[in-house]
Each structure stands twice: as C-alpha cells, then as structure tokens.
C-alpha cells in the first residue's frame, strides 16, 4: 500500500531539546512538504522540498530545520530555538510536475512541551 | 494573501439529513481542495475543483466550483455517522520553482446526530 507514514504519533519535548520528526513516503513523490496545525489558525506551511537536496523555506519556518537526503524522506527537526513548539505536525508530498496538484497527508505528529 | 473562510464554522445535523458547507475566498481560486480530518488524524483528499462551474461527486458527497471561481461548496446528501469530521478547503498558491502551497481555511466540525 501507497501512502504516507510519520513518527511518532506523540512526541514530548524538554526545554532546550532538539527533536526530530520523522516523515516518509513511498508514492515516488518529487515534492513534499512540512506544516504546522494549531488551533483556531488552521495550517502553515514550514518548509517544502521539489527535489532531492533542495529545500525552500515556508511561511513559519524559524526555529526548524529541514534535510532531503533522500526522495522518499523529509524529516523536520524542531530546535531549542522554537519557542512555542506545542502543535500538530503534518508532512504531505506531491507529485512535483505540476502547479496545481492534490498534496496527499500524512497521519501527523503531535508535539507536547514538558 | 489569499484567506479562505468558511461557513459554518460548526455543523450539527441528524443522521439522514442534507447539508452544505461553504468556502469563499478573497481572490480567484486557481485549484480548490476539499479535505477531512478527524481530530488527532492526517487530512484526507476528497475532491479537488479548477474550472469555473465544475461539479464532482464521490458516493455522496458533491463539491462545486462557482462560475467565477471564488466560493465552493461540499454537499453531502443522507448523511451518515461516518461523516463526522472536520471539513477543510484550501487553494493551491503557487511558490517558486513551480512549487506550491495550501493555504486552508479554518475549517467546519460536522457532527451527525443519530
């Protein structure tokens, strides 16, 4: 089965503690995608990758950070200097050829701060 | 920016029943993507709109794009408890390199009473 996986489900973080999220895919997808859901604010796009070793900068995305290593992988590491990391983390990905294309989701991650 | 807002923000109906939720935009919608969510889950895709008039339909459930492509709405017809959820439309913006992003609106608890 095609589809998008992320771990973990929960994730709980430390003051002053880097964390990283975990996003794959295995629908050959060129494009893919982190955002952040909160409540009340809907969805903000973090960061976005076209290709492999190429990522561009969102609408949100200080205090994150981004590799592309590989296509099927998009990891998201939320650093220290994250202030307000608490929310719901969604990885989706795309096809990548086209300007108007179907972003599929993945289950998300939820971030509590101890 | 483009917003999205939609209406109603919460939806409560008795099982069986039709209902309608909008979405309106403050510029021309390129591509319209109508999503569901369940809390604590990922989105998924349900139909996505590009063309002035466009109508599509899945089981029971029918999207349509106006004429002027700046509101859509999603009808369900006989609506049943599995489609308790939360209803989410985006347009699509486009980014550099041919990228783009989803901008959502806040979305629309249903919640089917039996």
């Known amino acids: 089965d095609g589809g998008i996986t992320q771990s973990p489900k929960y994730l709980f973080r430390k003051e002053g503690q880097n964390v990283t999220l975990s996003c794959e895919q295995n629908?050959?997808?060129?494009?893919m995608y982190w955002y952040r859901q909160d409540p009340g604010q809907g969805l903000r796009l973090i960061y976005y990758?076209?290709?492999?070793?190429?990522?561009q900068k969102g609408d949100i995305a200080e205090g994150y950070s981004v590799s592309r290593e590989k296509k099927e992988s998009f990891p998201l590491t939320v650093t220290s200097a994250q202030k307000n990391p608490t929310a719901f983390y969604l990885c989706?990905?795309?096809?990548?050829?086209?300007?108007?294309?179907?972003?599929?989701f993945g289950p998300g991650t939820r971030l509590l701060v101890l | 920016s483009q917003e999205l807002e939609q209406s109603p923000q919460s939806l409560i109906v008795q099982e069986g029943k039709n209902l309608t939720i909008n979405c309106t935009s403050s510029?021309?919608?390129?591509?319209l993507y109508w999503y569901k969510q369940k809390y604590g889950e990922g989105l998924i895709f349900l139909m996505m709109?590009?063309?002035?008039?466009e109508e599509k339909s899945h089981e029971k459930i029918t999207a349509k794009l106006d004429e002027k492509k700046q509101q859509s709405s999603l009808h369900i017809t006989a609506s049943q408890p599995s489609h308790a959820g939360i209803y989410l439309c985006?347009?699509?913006?486009?980014?550099?390199?041919?990228?783009?992003?989803?901008?959502f609106g806040q979305g629309t608890r249903l919640t089917i009473n039996p």
């Open positions: 989706a990905s795309s096809i990548g050829s086209h300007k108007q294309e179907t972003q599929y």
């Open positions: 629908l050959n997808h060129d494009a």
């Open positions: 990758s076209q290709i492999v070793n190429d990522f």
């Open positions: 510029k021309t919608l390129y591509g």
């Open positions: 709109l590009q063309k002035g008039g």
């Open positions: 985006g347009a699509g913006l486009s980014l550099i390199q041919g990228a783009q992003k989803l901008v």
